[in-house]
């Protein structure tokens, strides 16, 4: 990944983190509890691709697993999210421009359901049962209903930033500047221009002296 998509990344998940951990969690909502770092990993994939989207999906589940107060093994939600992240991306639009906002909502109904059915069952295999004492079915439901309520206001915008650092103008035209600088002395360095040049004076002495002796013979005649 390239420096930009990095920092913007790693900027826009420890925002959503703190946000979802200070705020979101502390609404004690019935069901589940809004997943910002979620949505957040959902629309940097869909403009990033998809293996993009798993990098940012493992490092923002990595951070949630670690983030207090974390009850969990770690490593369970980072793997929830990369499977979310890599599958997200695969929904990415070919020019990177949306037609309509029903592919981006269907796809975090899509990922709130199936990042909670697969958290569900990593949480099984390892021996945590809370998903049945909570009721999997009113978790289905009112994590995607949240996050789907919530998607509007954060998905577009982060998708928008992200599109907007990947086509910077400003870099463009440095990189533009600095190839012409780099051709430049590499011409220079290498003498490609100097013999060039030495080869057109070359070229016009032997004019001169051509020209030179036609003149002389008519002079004799």
Same mark, same amino acid.
């Given at each position: #990944? ?12 420890? &925002? ?6 200070s705020v979101l969690?502390?609404?004690? !909502? ?15 994939? #869909? ?14 589940? !990595?951070?949630?697993? !670690? ?13 929830? !999210?990369?499977?979310i992240g890599y ?17 981006? #909502? ?19 295999? &390892? ?6 004492? &909570? ?21 577009? %915008?982060? #998708? ?20 012409? &600088?780099?051709? %430049? ?37």
């Amino acid at each position: #990944m390239r420096f930009n998509r990095m920092l913007l990344s790693a900027t826009l998940v420890v &925002v959503a983190l703190v946000i979802q951990v200070s705020v979101l969690a502390r609404l004690h !909502l019935p069901g589940a509890v809004p997943d910002l770092v979620l949505l957040t990993v959902l629309a940097l994939a #869909m403009v990033y691709g998809h293996v993009g989207g798993a990098l940012i999906g493992f490092a923002a589940g !990595l951070l949630a697993d !670690l983030a207090p107060p974390a009850d969990h093994a770690a490593g369970r939600y980072a793997l929830v !999210l990369c499977v979310i992240g890599y599958l997200a991306g695969l929904a990415k639009p070919e020019n990177g421009q949306l037609k309509s906002a029903t592919g981006p #909502m269907a796809v975090v109904v899509a990922a709130a359901v199936g990042s909670t059915l697969l958290y569900a069952g990593v949480g099984a295999l &390892v021996g945590d049962t809370a998903a049945r004492h &909570v009721g999997l079915s009113s978790l289905l439901f009112t994590a995607a209903l949240y996050d789907l309520l919530l998607a509007p206001f954060v998905v577009p %915008g982060l #998708m928008a930033l992200a599109r907007r650092s990947e086509s910077n103008p400003l870099a463009d035209s440095n990189s533009a500047k600095a190839a012409d &600088v780099s051709s %430049g002395w590499l011409a220079s360095g290498t003498g490609l221009r100097i013999g060039s040049q030495r080869g057109h004076r070359v070229k016009a002495a032997r004019a001169r002296v051509a020209r030179a002796g036609r003149i002389k013979g008519v002079k004799r005649l």
